[in-house]
């Protein structure tokens, strides 16, 4: 079937962003947690980043695979 509107890469390049912005902010919170004196949720982050790095590999593989 043709896809005029491209629009397996179009999620697929929504996909990668949204796991990367997830990845990428949670490991900078991460980072930055002992610079702010705000409360930090650990468990949270380390979970929210590990969602995004799985969101950025699978898409990365999907992409690469087609």
């Not at 896809?3 to 902010?25: C, E, K, N, V």
């Not at 980072?31 to 929210?48: A, G, P």
Request: aromatic share 14%; charged share 15%.
């Amino acid at each position: 079937m043709n896809d005029p509107f491209a629009l397996d890469l179009t999620i697929r390049l929504l996909m990668l962003g949204l796991g990367s912005a997830m990845f990428a902010g949670s490991f900078l919170a991460f980072i930055n947690k002992n610079k702010n004196d705000n409360e930090f949720y650990k468990s949270r982050t380390i979970f929210l980043g590990t969602i995004g790095f799985i969101i950025t590999a699978w898409t990365v593989a999907s992409l690469l695979n087609n």
